[in-house]
């Protein structure tokens, strides 16, 4: 007995250290069993797996740019708009780069990132002075940009899809490392690492933290609050134009209403990964556990025939409240002992 | 000898381990002006709450107008003639003053539909009854604090209201306004209603109340009369402390002033404003509410960009339009707002101290030196003495003065020339409003040019060598502090 208190002790206080990390892994954790003890087998397989991870790319990647903007405690509802308006411009160049043989330039996959990541920089640089310069609440800046950002889309493809540009470049996209990993997710990952990499370790995420924590105080601190807008939003177009690439290499193609729901999504995920929606807080490992744990119940639920698809919006909303609900008791309990305190 | 109004016995109070309260005892008779103090954290606000229900006493017993209760519920509280205004006065300030008023009437009557002439009339008699001329119809968000408080009373007195409960009701009102306020109260106790007072202002408690009741650490230190308290006796009460109060010597003064103003203004808030500041000096800045002492101050940080006249700094002239462009030119504020404008509160004390001078703790390119950041979150904490076992521990669970600590160690450690502090003792007990002073004194004489913006005489004329007197968004007097007194400043200022 005496050996196993400060084992529950130690746990209590991993648990502690930050509830909502564990929780999701807990739920996670339950999940994956569940599956494995009535779907083992369709389930658990490295091509299930892998395929998950070629899909969530798209809409991880625009999560983590709200995430950064809810940190600031913004919000950036344009994303679906950049991707789609950087996936079409760059479906256009591909078409064009496209040789007589169906094939591409060596140098192509390198120009369509480079240009997509500048285009998704230059569209979150405009949602950025619209929040910043113009005090526009970024709920309606961003709202207003997207809506403007897929207006483009269509007035340039007439609602049509653009594709029949060479398969090279989904190919390409869609190849495994080693036969294992999927490229998407090596940009997911590659992406994630570096926010982590900006959130905690460098000036501007100390600062990123503090301006959502209170813009005034930031202010009668001596930041620059105009600029770190700026930087928060350009950064957040950029993951928004690269989960536009993966896109496009998805569906081998580029359409202005393609992934119209993620927009939602993506604040769901944020919310859900522990975000909290008046800024000052939130962790890059909190949004990456909410992605995964969301494909995965979307993919466990594919895998029962007899419920269908439909269910999936359902249950999606169940677990973001479920987890709001049991947020506000732990925060509740532990806002009540400090304030006393 | 009248019926005690309120006598709550033997009042024990604990949070998760922390006592609140222990063994309080306190009675109040009708138609008393009785004084509560304490330093923050001493249980002034717990009692108050339990007195009106929000929260239940571990063990104890409470009377209130002849009848008992184990604890009261907040109804109760309010049935039986209990009425608590609090420091935010919990108006609404999207409504007219009209709809403040008759609101709780309304709900209480449980209408379902709006009747304005009624609602009308309702707050048209409950203004009456303190004398308070006020636009019904306006918003109560462009109203002043004084009149949202006067709303907060009026409110207060529609019910039956026997005891109305005051927690620090003058801290944001001018001299005048507070003047009013105690009209209002005096009124109000001929009426027989009696008035619970929660203040730390020393002269406030001697000008208003009859008598005292001072907790330290949730504990009954003195109560009895206010005529048998004097001012040394109280600061005792208050801190188990004894004060002696050090005067401010500049003992060196550069030759040369590291700022000058000249004839600097902001269009309807001050005009023509020119003074020198040396290193070594700290100017005191004093003036009621709306004399632009603010602005004035706001303008010297560059929140508030000036329209006419100019700086110099070291000689050399300079604008400030930003507060990027005053830090760059070693000009640092300690707003009056500790807690919206000094401090990030949810965030760590170690944040907190490092954000201005952050740009400079780096390995390379923005990206964080930790054994830096580390090792100036040590140094600052150690050389303010900041009362906290984890630097990383979120700063609004430290007390005021070490809140403002905060603030101060975030300048200071970008080793600034000027600092300018704009109330920097508000809402700080008196043992830490002493240990500012000290630290504020200690900073002039290491060469730090120092502006202190402040309402409280007593505070300026101990810490400053100058004092420049402010009055309708003018300098009215220069004063040399040694020679000046409060009355002297007071007549300047009114």
């Known amino acids: 007995m005496e050996a196993k208190a400060p084992l529950k002790a130690k746990f209590a206080t991993v648990y502690a250290s930050d509830r909502h990390l564990w929780r999701l892994i807990f739920m996670i954790a339950i999940w994956m069993i569940f599956i494995a003890i009535t779907r083992f087998q ?10 998950m991870a070629s899909q969530f790319p798209e ?160 202010r009668f601190s001596g930041l620059n609050n105009d600029r770190l807008l700026i930087k928060t939003y350009m950064l957040s177009g950029l993951c928004a134009a690269l989960g536009g690439m993966v896109m496009l290499a998805n569906y081998n193609s580029a359409r202005a209403d393609y992934g119209t729901v993620y927009t939602l999504q993506c604040v769901l995920i944020v919310v859900l990964g522990g975000v909290n929606p008046n800024g000052g807080k939130g962790r890059i490992s909190g949004v990456v556990l909410s992605i995964i744990l969301l494909r995965m119940l979307e993919t466990g639920i594919n895998r029962f025939p007899s419920i269908s698809s439909y269910y999936i919006s359902l249950i999606w909303g169940g677990v973001l409240i479920l987890v709001m609900v049991l947020n506000y008791f732990t925060e509740n309990s532990t806002r009540f002992v400090k304030k006393q305190a | 000898m009248a019926e005690n109004l309120l006598k709550a016995e033997g009042i024990y109070k604990s949070f998760v381990g922390v006592q609140a309260l222990k063994n309080v005892t306190f009675e109040i008779k009708p138609g008393e002006i009785h004084c509560l103090a304490g330093e923050n954290g001493s249980g002034k606000s717990t009692l108050i709450k339990i007195i009106s229900g929000v929260y239940a006493p571990d063990s104890g017993s409470m009377e209130f107008a002849g009848k008992k209760y184990e604890k009261i519920t907040p109804i109760e509280a309010i049935k039986s003639g209990i009425q608590v205004i609090y420091q935010d006065f919990s108006v609404f300030p999207n409504l007219t003053v009209m709809e403040n008023l008759a609101f709780n009437s309304e709900l209480a009557d449980r209408r379902k539909f709006v009747n304005w002439k009624r609602m009308r009339k309702i707050a048209t008699e409950a203004i009456a009854k303190i004398d308070f001329k006020v636009d019904l119809d306006a918003l109560v968000g462009s109203l002043t604090v004084a009149e949202k408080q006067m709303i907060a009373i009026s409110r207060a007195l529609m019910f039956n209201t026997k005891l109305i409960i005051m927690d620090e009701p003058t801290t944001a009102l001018t001299k005048k306004e507070v003047g009013n306020l105690f009209n209002i109260i005096l009124k109000l106790k001929e009426r027989g209603i009696a008035i619970l007072f929660v203040s730390h202002k020393l002269n406030e408690v001697f000008e208003i109340s009859d008598f005292f009741t001072i907790l330290r ?82 303008s010297l940080f560059g929140i508030l960009p ?66 830096k950041r580390t090792d100036e979150i040590a140094r600052w904490v150690k050389e303010l003495s900041i009362a906290t076992p984890n630097p990383e521990n979120a700063c609004q669970t430290l007390s005021g003065g070490n809140q403002q600590r905060i603030v101060l160690a975030k300048w200071l450690a970008l080793n600034l020339d000027i600092l300018v502090l704009n109330g920097p003792t508000v809402g700080v007990d008196i043992g830490s409003k002493h240990d500012i002073h000290e630290i504020l004194q200690n900073l002039a004489n290491e060469g730090l040019a120092l502006i202190i913006i402040s309402d409280d005489l007593p505070e300026v004329l101990e810490n400053c060598s100058r004092i420049l007197v402010m009055k309708a968004g003018r300098v009215v007097s220069d004063l040399d502090a040694a020679k000046a007194d409060e009355q002297m400043i007071l007549s300047y200022m009114m």
């Open chain 2, 306 to 371: 000036i329209d006419t006249g100019s700086f110099k700094i070291n000689g050399k002239q300079v604008k400030i339009t930003n507060p990027q462009t005053a830090v760059a030119h070693k000009i640092g504020y300690l707003p009056e707002d500790r807690l919206s404008e000094g401090l990030f509160l949810n965030q760590s004390i170690a944040d907190n101290i490092i954000i201005s001078e952050i740009d400079r703790l780096t390995v390379f390119a923005g990206v964080l030196d930790t054994k």
């Open chain 1, 59 to 218: 809409f991880g990647l625009m999560a983590l740019g709200v995430m950064i903007c809810m940190i600031t405690g913004g919000i950036d509802l344009s994303v679906v708009g950049v991707a789609n308006l950087t996936s079409i411009l760059m479906a256009y160049l591909l078409l064009s780069l496209t040789t007589a043989t169906g094939g591409l330039p060596g140098y192509a996959i390198f120009l369509v990132f480079f240009l997509a990541v500048a285009i998704g920089a230059l569209a979150g640089i405009f949602n950025g002075i619209l929040v910043s310069k113009f005090h526009i609440p970024p709920i309606l800046a961003t709202m207003g940009s997207g809506e403007l950002f897929t207006g483009i889309c269509l007035a340039l493809t007439k609602g049509n899809a653009v594709s029949k540009f060479s398969r090279t470049y989904s190919m390409t996209i869609n190849n495994k490392i080693g036969g294992m990993i999927p490229v998407q997710l090596v940009i997911f990952v590659i992406m994630a690492i570096f926010i982590w990499f900006l959130l905690s370790r460098t000036v501007f995420g100390t600062k990123l933290y503090m301006l959502g924590t209170s813009e005034r105080a930031a």
């Open chain 2, 217 to 298: 650490s949730g504990e009954l230190v003195a109560s009895g009369n206010t005529a048998d308290l004097d001012a040394k006796k109280f600061s005792y009460f208050m801190t188990g402390r004894e004060f002696t109060a050090k005067r401010f010597e500049a003992k060196n003064i550069s030759s040369e002033p590291i700022l000058e103003t000249k004839n600097i203004g902001i269009e309807g808030s001050f005009q023509d404003v020119s003074f020198d500041l040396h290193k070594g000096e700290i100017i005191g800045i004093t003036g009621l509410l709306d004399s632009g002492r603010t602005e004035l101050a706001l």
């Open chain 1, 42 to 51: 369709k389930f658990y397989s490295v091509l299930n797996f892998q395929t």
